[in-house]
């Protein structure tokens, strides 16, 4: 994975730097089109998404199309070297399509239709709003397709939600069939026995709702998977009516933290991976959490196509959606766009580039304020980054090379939160697997974020947080991987059911249970006010000692092969094991039977990752709340410094010969980073391991 991927667009092979641009709310005004562009150059802005929701003013009626105005704005973007992501506008639709075919808005759990309104508000299984979707797609491509500005498709904008109507639940049904074939098959991964719910006809079955089904946890979980794979659909019906016209030209749609629909199936249909950004900076006294949380989530989007990605959106101040929306103070917009770069964005781009007059955004962040002009804060802060990513442009294309790969699946998490027990006030899913995460960002330790479906062989060291839906086949994958000499770290709540959301028998982890070499009999839950420890034994191979504090879940387990490292302190399992290690073939695999916080999995990780020959970035420690992430392309490596504490910093280099790739400057023995502050260092790559 060690060379230069190709650039994302060869039309414009630099780190790309813009915003979601809505020239159609301002048609009445020329004289803003005008400034725009000068405002743009101005704020090296190099790239545009252009029609993100501009159908209406693309088909004011039906069969009515009206292109000349975005004629004109990529004619004036060619002319001033300004490139466009050209979306398709299904993100929202025109009234007269609502109006004139009302089965394409939404139906919602409560079987209730909604009426026009918002976005987002569509049915994707409608014939109709595929028919009308592939007309105005199929337009825009025949027209601009191979427009010299042009650099991508911009599909649709963050899908999501989903649809009740008479028309899903029919493809749902038919996607059952072809799932389970027969009605037997599918009451037993269902374990419809339990109060009487076998199914006896397939028209019986209804999506979850509720006033209906929320109980059935195989359907819950089938429901997510043909939402998912309903709006992939769509999303590939998208992309068949642009992609004829110039199939080389790459397409995009633009992701974001959504839960309820697995992204990573969307990956396969697309030639580059964006998403949309938003970290909540400056919440708490330092930026730590959210940094490591923002370095967790770029990762896991990397990581879908393992190659450079798009950071489609973010803003360039404030948002107008969160709780408190607190600006970007001075240095943040530097930092936390260089640190999408530091992951692997190949852009920085924007919501949005001007700031809309009314309506619901009018107060959301942009690049141009209502003040109308260049003299604020905020566009000095991005034409400053645009001067940026401009000397920085040598890193564009890089690859991350990641030996390390935490697991993190949508299904596991849609079925680790549905169950009910053992601990109904929060497992906390997704913060456990960050704070592992951040265990590896702490020492500046590369980090690939995979499903259970993806290769495992590329990685030394695998991590798979509380895996409770794990198949039987996941747990093949891991032992082979074991075997053949990784290691693997697995937490509590493992290897509990399997795909249909079914326990799986004869004791847990069930498919995980040889490779750890442990029985897990029980767990214990914890209020939030009571604490367990794990005491680490004498001579134990990491080399830990102390006591850690444990919450929140305590599992008993025995050992069938595996060594004890550590021991429960408390209640009527105190010494017990509670952290334990087994040997299979080559490899090793630990478990970790309850939660421990930061405090032990940092000096955890950096015994286990130096065990496994994991490479740090930089071979050096680093301060609390710094990181450093790598980008090579083979010849030259790319070091990222980071301070995202509340204090001043400084970073020790490791003896190899470094230079800023800003300034050019030679670099001595130490960094000085300051709160908020980021270098980029250049160095020779280290010669390709065999
Ligand atoms: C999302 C959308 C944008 C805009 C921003 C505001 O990411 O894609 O259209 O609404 O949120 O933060
Ligand atoms: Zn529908």
């Known amino acids: 994975m060690r060379n230069l991927a190709a650039p994302i667009s060869p039309k414009l092979p630099v780190l790309m730097h813009g915003a979601d641009y809505n020239p159609d709310q301002w048609l009445h005004d020329p004289a803003i089109l005008a400034e725009d562009i000068r405002l743009m150059k101005l704020a090296g802005c190099n790239v545009m998404a252009i029609g993100i ?8 009626s039906e069969g009515q199309f009206q292109f000349e105005w975005l004629d004109q704005v990529l004619e004036s973007f060619r002319q001033n ?16 399509l609502a109006g004139r075919y009302p089965e394409v808005l939404r139906v919602g759990p409560n079987r209730v239709r909604n009426l026009y309104a918002g976005r987002h508000n569509h049915c994707f299984t409608s014939p109709v709003y595929r028919e009308k979707t592939a007309i105005i797609n199929r337009k825009l491509a025949e027209r601009y397709g191979s427009h010299p500005a042009v650099v991508g498709w911009h599909i649709s904008n963050e899908y999501g939600g989903e649809c009740h109507c008479e028309l899903c639940q029919e493809a749902f049904r038919s996607w059952l069939k072809r799932q389970y074939g027969t009605l037997d098959a599918l009451n037993l991964a269902w374990w419809s026995t339990f109060w009487a719910h076998t199914y006896t006809d397939w028209q019986q079955i209804e999506s979850p709702a509720p006033h209906g089904e929320r109980n059935l946890h195989g359907m819950n979980l089938d429901w997510r998977r ?79 196509l393992h190659k450079p990605f798009v950071l489609m959106e973010s803003t360039p101040s404030m948002t107008n959606w969160q709780a408190v929306c607190k600006l970007k103070k001075p240095g943040m917009h530097r930092l936390s766009s260089l640190q999408a770069v530091a992951h692997g964005a190949d852009s920085v781009q924007y919501f949005q580039w001007r700031k809309s007059r009314g309506s619901t955004e009018k107060f959301h962040g942009a690049v141009v304020d209502h003040a109308g002009h260049e003299h604020t804060r905020v566009f000095r802060d991005v034409a400053e980054l645009g001067g940026t990513l401009a000397s920085l442009s040598e890193v564009t294309g890089s690859a991350t090379h990641a030996e390390t790969a935490i697991l993190f699946d949508w299904e596991n998490r849609w079925a680790v939160k549905d169950a009910k027990g053992p601990r109904n006030a929060g497992l906390h899913y997704e913060e456990t697997v960050q704070d592992h995460h951040r265990a590896f960002w702490q020492q500046g330790i590369p980090v690939d974020v995979i499903g259970s479906e993806d290769n495992f062989a590329p990685y030394k060291l695998i991590v798979a947080p509380m895996l409770y839906l794990c198949r039987e086949e996941t747990g093949r994958k891991l032992e082979a991987f074991v075997e053949r000499g990784g290691t693997l770290v697995v937490t509590y709540w493992s290897g509990i059911v399997d795909e249909h959301d079914l326990c799986h028998l004869g ?13 897990a009999e029980e767990i214990d839950a914890l209020h939030d006010y009571d604490l367990n420890g794990v005491f680490l034994l004498d001579g134990n191979p990491l080399g830990l000692s102390g006591r850690y504090e444990s919450r929140q879940l305590c599992e008993l387990i025995h050992l069938e092969g595996a060594q004890a490292l550590g021991q429960y302190t408390d209640d009527f399992y105190a010494e017990r094991p509670a952290l334990t290690v087994n040997s299979l073939g080559q490899g090793k695999a630990y478990y970790i039977a309850t939660r421990l916080g930061d405090d032990f999995l940092l000096p955890f990780y950096r015994a286990v990752a130096a065990q496994a020959g994991v490479a740090r970035v930089l071979d050096s420690e680093l301060p609390a709340g710094v990181t450093a992430q790598l980008r090579t392309d083979g010849s030259s490596d790319f070091i990222f410094l980071m301070n995202f504490s509340d204090k001043a910093a400084e970073v020790v280099l490791d003896g190899r010969s470094y230079i800023d790739l800003e300034t050019n400057e030679t670099l001595e023995t130490v960094i000085p980073l300051p709160v908020d502050g980021i270098r980029v260092l250049k160095r020779d790559a280290a010669p390709l391991r065999s």
């Open 507 to 519: 004791g847990f982890p069930g498919p995980l249970r040889k490779t750890l070499g442990i029985w």
């Open 226 to 304: 043909f939402v998912t794979e309903q709006t992939v659909a769509f999303c590939k019906h998208e992309i068949d009516a642009v992609k004829w016209a110039n199939p080389g030209l790459p397409v995009t749609t633009n992701m974001y933290t959504l839960e309820t629909l697995d992204y990573r199936k969307f990956a396969p249909i697309l030639d580059v991976i964006s998403w949309d950004a938003y970290p909540d900076w400056h919440i708490a006294q330092d930026n730590v959490k959210v940094a490591s949380t923002f370095a967790f989530l770029h990762d896991m989007f990397r990581s879908m």
């Open 53 to 60: 929701f501009s159908w209406a003013a693309l088909e004011p």
């Open 81 to 96: 070297g300004i490139y466009a992501w050209l979306a398709t506008p299904s993100g929202a639709r025109p009234a007269w």
